[in-house]
């Protein structure tokens, strides 16, 4: 069957799971070639012979399985990175989140923080690689998490800056040291209706933040503000602004301002704490 009778086809099969059938197409096909995209284009009547195999992964995608798990690999701000199913995709909202940390690091000029919930090393590889005198201390409670965010430390040499530990928050940690707490924690709503593409195949627990779907990140905030440091840059949902506003004030923080995202709605906020 020849590539661009494969890519027709497999753009059909894609149209009721994804906004953009025939990229995602080009881009299953060029990762299957181990071909670049404008390979696809140059040598469209070459015939593939193993193609049964591709349709396989167009048949996961149609599923609608996301198509980084499909791959192996995720985009996020800089870098490439490994991710699996079990391990939430990093979004990119959460490169908002790094950006805000980064300027307090430089300004404070800041050597050790923490990051609660690391899911696949995202946020402290990029915070790793920015800054070369910064240690991180990573937790997380799923093991896949702690696997997968290991493996990718070490493929960017950060073994030796970035510590990959097992901890809800940070219960038992000695702070004594840290300036900042950096975290994407969950804080979806039990209760909310996610795509099926989000619901079917990333890990619950990295999603779900309870009931209202802001539990933990209260929690996050009480922990942080108990183990005196200084700074905490957290991510949220784009509607609990409000309710987390009337938190801080019945606990006393005076000091933080919320950020919003690419489009406009809330998606984070940072606390100083003293």
């Known amino acids: 069957m020849r590539i661009r009778d494969i890519l027709d086809e497999a753009t059909l099969k894609l149209k009721e799971s994804c906004p953009r059938p025939q990229f995602e ?154 300036d900042l707490v950096v975290s994407n924690p969950p804080y979806i709503a039990n209760s909310f209706k996610l795509e099926p593409n989000v619901a079917n195949y990333e890990p619950k627990e990295a999603l779900f933040g309870g009931e209202r779907g802001d539990e933990l990140i209260k929690r996050i905030v009480l922990d942080v503000k108990r183990g005196g440091i200084k700074y905490l840059a957290c991510e949220m949902g784009y509607d609990q602004r409000e309710p987390l506003e009337e938190f801080f004030k019945q606990k006393k923080i005076e000091d933080y301002n919320f950020y919003k995202d690419l489009a406009g709605l809330d998606r984070g906020f940072i606390i100083k704490y003293f």
Do not use: C, M
């Not at 240690?135 to 970035?162: C, H, M, P």
């Open 25 to 178: 197409a080009e881009l299953l096909l060029s990762n299957f070639l181990k071909k670049d995209r404008v390979y696809l284009h140059i040598s469209d009547n070459i015939e593939v012979e193993n193609y049964q195999e591709f349709f396989k992964l167009i048949d996961r995608r149609a599923n609608f399985e996301p198509l980084e798990y499909i791959i192996g690999r995720v985009s996020f701000y800089d870098i490439t990175l490994k991710i699996k199913k079990g391990v939430l995709i990093p979004r990119p909202e959460t490169e908002i989140l790094i950006d805000r940390v980064s300027e307090i690091i430089e300004k404070e000029n800041i050597k050790n923080i923490i990051e609660v919930g690391v899911g696949s090393g995202a946020i402290s590889i990029v915070l790793a690689r920015k800054f070369p005198n910064l240690k991180i201390l990573a937790t997380d409670i799923l093991d896949s998490a702690i696997n997968l965010a290991k493996e990718n430390i070490k493929e960017f040499g950060l073994e030796k800056r970035v510590k990959v530990i097992k901890r809800n928050i940070i219960d038992k940690l000695d702070t004594s040291n840290i």
